[in-house]
Structure formats: C-alpha cells, structure tokens
C-alpha cells in the first residue's frame, strides 16, 4: 500500500540539529500536488522573502514569471518542460521561472553574479514556502529557448530554475513507477567532511 503524503512528509524531514531553521530541515521537493490553489496572499508572501535576499552592489537582479493555473503563463511554461517532467509538474497550481538581469543597471557592466544573486533569492522563496506550508519543487529540465522565445525574455537576462510551487499531493497520484519511487525515498545528503573544508581536501573541524 503506497505512503500517505503525511507519511512521506515525515520520511522526508532531515534529522534534527538544534539551531538550525526548522524550514531548512524540512523542506524537501515533492511531485504530486493536489488540486488546492494558493492564496494570492501566501503567493505575495514567497516573492516578499524572495525581494529581501542578499545580492552583490544591492542590484536584485531577478526578476521572476509567474504562470497561475488556467493563464496563458502557466500554459507557456509548461509546454516548455522535458517529457519527464511534462508528467507531473503541470498539475502544480503555480509555475514560475526565475530569471537575472546579467549586465548592472548602473553602468551596463557584466554582473559575475547575477546568476548566484538569483539562487539566494530562489532558495528564500522556497524556505518561506516551507514555512507556510507550501510545497515548492525547483526544476532544470526545460528548454530554455523555447521560454526565452515564448515569454518573450530579453537576451541580457539569464534563465534559472523553472519552480512547481502548491501543496503536496498524495503519492498514489503518480502513475509512473520511477516517480513515485523517487516521491517516496528518503532524502539524503553528504557529509559535513566532504563540503566544510579548513583547508583544501582537509575537513573543517567542528567545535
């Protein structure tokens, strides 16, 4: 009998470390969303955390699509998607691209970090989503000329994650085998050892 989505919900939440935030440990990526919308208060609340993460000279170069089920956006986006994810991201409520300015505002220079600036502002977006109860699924797996062309995006602006954002659904919704697999596996990352270094190749030491 397939996980509940309460079930794997649980299965999904990172073992506990005192202090750290409790949306870091349990957000997590799902594929099946139900049917219920998000709130376009909750839906201003993602792009407000979005809007206050850090960014090199203060330029906030994102700038984001968003495509609310039944628009013309939410259409376009995901005709966009590979097949694999054709399969399971469309049925999310909410579609939105990310995107960064690649050149100052300033001073028309080439900003080395707008892409970086962009991942900050993403991942607070999925954070505050977790903290209300949303689920969030950030995605690569799209052809982005086919959005660039589609949604009409100037050229001097870089592509990031194409994010599925709504509440979870029940596993049993996805009819492939290889996506309930991954729905209902446990979540697994490296260790301190292999990403905290004092030195190159040496661990950090913990205090």
Known sequence: MPLSAHEVNHLKQAPFV???????????SPRSFSDREVGK?????????ARWAASSSNEQ???????????????KLAATLVSFNQAWAPHAPVLI????ATKF??????NGYAQHDLG??????LLQATALGLAAHPMAGY???AARLSLDIPEDYALGALIALGYQGEPAALA?????????APRTRKPLEEIAFSSWGTPFERI
């Open 18 to 28: 005192e202090g750290v935030l409790p949306a870091i440990l349990s957000r997590w």
């Open 41 to 49: 208060a909750d839906l201003a609340r993602v792009f407000e955390a």
């Open 61 to 75: 170069p994102w700038r984001f699509l968003v495509g609310v089920r039944n628009s013309g956006t939410h259409s």
């Open 97 to 100: 691209l990310g995107t960064a």
């Open 105 to 110: 505002a300033k001073n028309g220079r080439p």
């Open 120 to 125: 900050q502002a993403t991942a607070y977006l």
């Open 143 to 145: 052809d982005h000329d």
């Open 176 to 184: 492939d085998e290889k996506l309930l697999a991954q729905e209902v």
